[in-house]
C-alpha cells in the first residue's frame, strides 16, 4: 500500500487520490486499508516517513562521504537530478519533491502531515549545515551569513529548481543549478 | 468570482474547491459560473492571469526602478515577503505562491495549466535576466554561469523560500535568504 500510494503521489495530486484506488494499485482488498490506517492522513504519514528513510539514508551517505565539501554537495544535486530523471524514463513525467509537493498542497489543511513536513526539512537543512560546518568554517561570518542560513538557502534553492524542473518536465535543470549554487557558497565549480 | 478564487486558492488546494463553493463566496448563483467558465480549468487560467497581470506589474515596476541592481532585487524579495506577511494577517496561514503551489497540483494534469505556468516562469526569468544584463556583464562569464542560469537560479531560489515560508507559516525566512542570494549574485548586501 505504500509503494503503491508512494508511486501515485508521484503522478497526482494527494486530494485526487482515492482509497479504492491505492488499494486497487496495491491489489488489496478496500477493507484491509483502514485495517493498517485509520485515516487517510494516517497513510499520507506512512508515505512520508517510508520516503524519507530512504532520502535521509541517501543523503547521509553523500554528505558524510570521503570527498572535498563542494563535491559532496554537487552529488545530492546530481543524485535529485537522477531522481527525476528516472522518474521521467519510467513514468514519462518529472515527479517533482514529494515532500515540497505535499507542502504546498497540505499544509494549511493536515496539520500532522505539515508538522512531519517541518522535521523533515529541518533534520536536510541540519544535514547540509553539518556538511558545512565540519570541514572548517569558511563559510561563516562573511556579510552575516550564518551557516544555518546558508544551509537554508541551499534547500531551498535545490527545492525550487525541483519545482522548475517539474513544471518543464526537464530534470536537466536540478544539475544545471549546481554551478549557481556553488557559487552562491562561494565555491567555484571544477571544470567540466 | 475571479476574485473569490484567488482568495480560496490561498487557503487550500486547487482540487479541493467546488464550484458551488466559490460560486458561494463570490455571492454569485452557481448556474453562472459555466456561463463565463466553460470547465473549471478555464476559471483556473482566468486566475492566473489575473494574479500574474497584477504581479507583472509589481515585478516590472521594481526591477525597473532608478536604483542599484543590489537593491532592486532586495526589495523583489522585500516585496514577496510582504504578500506572504498580509496573508499571514488576513488570513492567519501563508499562502505561497500561486504559480508555484499550482504548479506542483496540477502539472501533470492539466496541460494548459502547465503550459501558462510555464510561459509565467519564463517570463520571470526573462524579466530579471534583463535586469541583471541591464547595468553591464559583471554577473555574466565566471565558472561558466550564463545570465539565464543566474537569473533562472534566483526565480528558484525565491520559489523554494517561499515554500519553506508557507511550510512553516513564516514570512520572515522570505526576506532572510536575501543575503545569501545576494552572494550567489556576487554582490554583498549593505550591511543592515
Known amino acids: 500500500l505504500i509503494a503503491a500510494g508512494a508511486q ?15 488499494c486497487a494499485v496495491a491489489g488489496v482488498p478496500k477493507g484491509s486499508f483502514y485495517y493498517f490506517f485509520p485515516s487517510k492522513q494516517d497513510f499520507a504519514l506512512a508515505v512520508i516517513d517510508e520516503h524519507w528513510d530512504q532520502q535521509r539514508a541517501q543523503w547521509a551517505e553523500i554528505l558524510s562521504a570521503a570527498a572535498p565539501i563542494g563535491e559532496r554537495l554537487h552529488e545530492l544535486f546530481r543524485a535529485t537530478a537522477k531522481v527525476q530523471q528516472d522518474a521521467l524514463e519510467g513514468t514519462g513525467s518529472v515527479a517533482g519533491c514529494m515532500f515540497g509537493n505535499l507542502a504546498l498542497e497540505l499544509s494549511s489543511s493536515e496539520p500532522e502531515v505539515n508538522e512531519r513536513l517541518r522535521e ?11 556538511a558545512l560546518g565540519g570541514e572548517h568554517s569558511r563559510f561563516a561570518g562573511s556579510a552575516g551569513i550564518d551557516l544555518g542560513g546558508l544551509a537554508s538557502s541551499v534547500v531551498a534553492n535545490l527545492e525550487g529548481v525541483v519545482l522548475l524542473a517539474k513544471l518543464h518536465n526537464d530534470p536537466a535543470r536540478v544539475e544545471a543549478n549546481w554551478t549557481v549554487t556553488a557559487r552562491m557558497l562561494g565555491l567555484e565549480p571544477a571544470a567540466a
Chains 1, 2 share one sequence.
Not at 120 to 130: K, P
Open 8 to 22: 501515485l503521489l508521484g503522478k497526482r495530486a494527494y486530494g485526487a487520490l482515492g482509497v479504492a484506488e491505492i
Open 120 to 130: 523533515i526539512f529541518d533534520a536536510q537543512v541540519e544535514m547540509v549545515q553539518t
